[in-house]
């Protein structure tokens, strides 16, 4: 059928090669429009059935509690991207959530506790990309190792106790809302929507991010085209371990309290949602718009449930079916987009 | 022997792979603004010659020339930078991408950059693309159109395409119709003498012998790492056909007497 087309536009004019599809049909893509959809809907839906849904206070609840998680979720769509995956980002944001306040607990100045606990992410992050471009290991196994080690590590250090009285100037970064206009904006929020459009800025407009994607698409394509495709992996698992520590300092601020048992199975939620953001495990399909909205519907799902007065103990049950919903519902819109184009 | 000098001259070529000689000291000249048909049998070395070329192989003997200019090339990157650009068999483009991100793939325009932050200038990008399809007569609707959505013709001409982009001197193509459906084929031999009529040297791999004889100006038979034909395409695609086959598969071996007679 494809070969037939290319003969009829053979006898076409060349000078339809400036059509364009409209501007924003453009800047979202069809994958996200679905998704998006479906997140609208089911928030439309919770504001009428209950009266706690739609007020200040819960939206912004909600919207801090995904925050750390769509941040590492940034990280782990530039990972995905590449037809790798990280597990060991639930892990990391422990260690690195530990690593910081064990650094402020220790009198260092909060500012460098921060850089400190980014660098031991950054690390663990370079650890994932050495193994993954110099020793090859599949990124599923390296990251898997990782995801013990590090969490091993957070057991190891606290002797299993939880690290408490944080200097309140650091409890300060994940607990502090930041009066915009009216409303009291937490700042992890803030830090997300910053990271968010940053992210999305460097996938869609610079040369790296642009290789990032031809590495998933086709490495080898990538390869003999000159760019050095080691490279970028190195950088999107360095890029991961970063984000997963920015994730994780914010979500051990918010509590107060470093837990060596922190984040445990957040990997799970964070690759979830880049996938039903649509972020393609196979590589080179995603955005970090799709990552957000994805993380937002997996924490109006979970908050949904809560206030439906649905039972606590089933809840990762109906999660999972959401979850499986959403990918079906979206792999079958994509199939017919394509056949029907 | 004529007195211009070749675009690109091999001499005595050789490359071995453990005890497998695949090339036993190969010389192939390719003159400016020939399209040369290189063929012979699975194994021949054809494509490990042309990977010498390339840069994907380095050759254990032999001198390469360009412009009668001695050159070493040790890699990829070095072959690209000297103006040798290939086009493989399986196209080598990133499907999820669209065609300008293609056609200047590795090689991105950059508007400003800040350390290792190099933002692109998409426009520049675009624009070129358009101008270079136009040019080059491939019909594709949009540059922005993911690669995805492309035919197998409409591919394999944006992969030829980007070969030409960048100021080519020699393109070599590896079974460049190999993949391809009937009126796909068609396009890519009207692109490959367009390139032609715009002045470029072109290798061409191929075991479609007729494409070889409706673009080709001259073609080489290679046999067990040797060359055993180089004559220039003439006659009907009868003849030639069976000329060229009966190099290729060792019928006819009169390769040195018919250099001796020509000298």
């Known amino acids: 059928m494809q070969e037939r087309a290319a003969g009829a536009e053979k006898s076409a004019p060349s000078a339809q090669i400036t059509r364009e599809r409209p501007a924003w049909r453009r800047t979202i893509n069809v994958q996200e429009l679905g998704i998006l959809a479906i997140f609208l809907l089911w928030v439309i839906f919770l504001s009428l059935a209950t009266d706690t849904f739609l007020t200040t206070r819960n939206v912004f609840n909600m919207l801090r509690a995904f925050s750390w998680i769509a941040i590492a979720a940034f990280g782990q769509c530039m990972v995905i991207l590449t037809a790798g995956i990280d ?46 471009t110099r020793l090859r290991l599949p990124p599923f196994i390296a990251t898997l190792g990782m995801l013990s080690i590090a969490r091993g590590v957070t057991y190891g250090v606290t002797g299993g106790w939880p690290v408490r009285q944080l200097p309140s100037e650091f409890n ?11 409303w009291p904006v937490p700042l992890p929020v803030i830090v997300m929507l910053v990271l968010a459009a940053l992210v999305s800025l460097f996938l869609s407009r610079t040369v790296t991010g642009r290789h990032i994607y031809a590495v998933g698409g086709n490495e080898e394509a990538a390869r003999v085209s000159g760019i050095k495709t080691q490279s970028v992996k190195l950088f999107v698992y360095v890029s991961c371990g970063v984000l997963a520590a920015i994730g994780g300092i914010l979500m051990t601020a918010r509590l107060g309290v470093a837990a060596p048992t922190a984040a445990e199975g957040y990997e799970l939620d964070i ?57 079906t519902f979206d792999q079958w819109r994509k199939r017919r987009s394509r056949t029907g184009r | ?46 494509s490990t010659l042309m990977k010498v070329l390339s840069g994907a192989y380095i050759p254990d003997e032999g001198e390469i020339y360009l412009e009668g200019k001695r050159v070493h090339i040790t890699g990829p990157d070095d072959a690209r930078r000297l103006g040798i650009e290939m086009v493989y068999q399986d196209f080598m483009l990133a499907n999820n991408l669209d065609v300008a991100a293609n ?31 136009r040019r080059l007569n491939i019909n594709v609707s949009s540059v922005r159109l993911k690669v995805e959505h492309l035919s197998g013709g409409q591919r394999q001409a944006v992969a030829i395409g980007r070969a030409t982009a960048f100021n080519a001197k020699v393109i070599i193509m590896d079974e460049p119709t190999a ?24 290798i061409i791999i191929s075991h479609r012998l007729e494409d070889i004889h409706e673009v080709g100006d001259r073609v080489v038979v290679l046999r067990h790492g040797r060359k055993v034909a180089d004559y220039p395409v003439t006659g009907d695609v009868q003849s030639f056909r069976e000329r060229v086959v009966s190099y290729m598969v060792g019928a006819r071996d009169d390769f040195s007497k018919v250099v001796a007679e020509e000298d």
Request: charged letters at 10%; aromatic letters at 4%.
């Open chain 2, 103 to 133: 056609i200047f793939l590795g090689r991105e325009m950059v508007r400003w950059s800040l350390g290792p932050i190099r933002v692109m200038d998409k426009r520049a990008m675009e624009l070129q693309s358009q101008q270079l399809l």
């Open chain 2, 179 to 202: 993949a391809l459906s009937v009126s796909a084929i068609a396009q890519v031999l009207d692109l490959i003498r367009e390139l032609k009529a715009q002045g470029a040297s072109i």
């Open chain 2, 1 to 46: 022997m004529t007195a211009t000098t070749p675009i690109v001259e091999m001499r005595n070529i050789k490359k071995s792979f453990g005890a497998v000689q695949a090339l036993r000291g190969v010389d192939l000249a390719l003159m400016h603004n020939e399209v040369l048909g290189l063929v012979g049998d699975n194994a021949a070395g054809k």
């Open chain 1, 87 to 132: 597990l060991s980002v639930g892990s990391n944001m422990a260690l690195s959530g530990l690593a910081a306040a064990m650094l402020a607990v220790n009198n260092v100045p909060v500012p460098l506790a921060i850089l400190g606990g980014i660098a031991t992410g950054g690390l663990i992050g370079l650890i994932n990309g050495l193994l993954v």
């Open chain 1, 172 to 182: 300060q970064i994940g607990q502090l809302d930041v009066m915009i206009g009216a």
């Open chain 1, 271 to 327: 690759i979830a949602a880049a996938v039903i953001g649509g972020v393609s495990l196979f590589g080179g399909e995603g955005t970090i718009l799709g990552v957000l909205i994805g993380a937002a519907l997996m924490q109006t799902i979970r908050t949904g449930l809560n206030l439906l007065g649905f039972p606590t103990y089933w809840q990762p049950a109906a999660i999972g079916a959401v979850i499986l919903l959403a990918v």
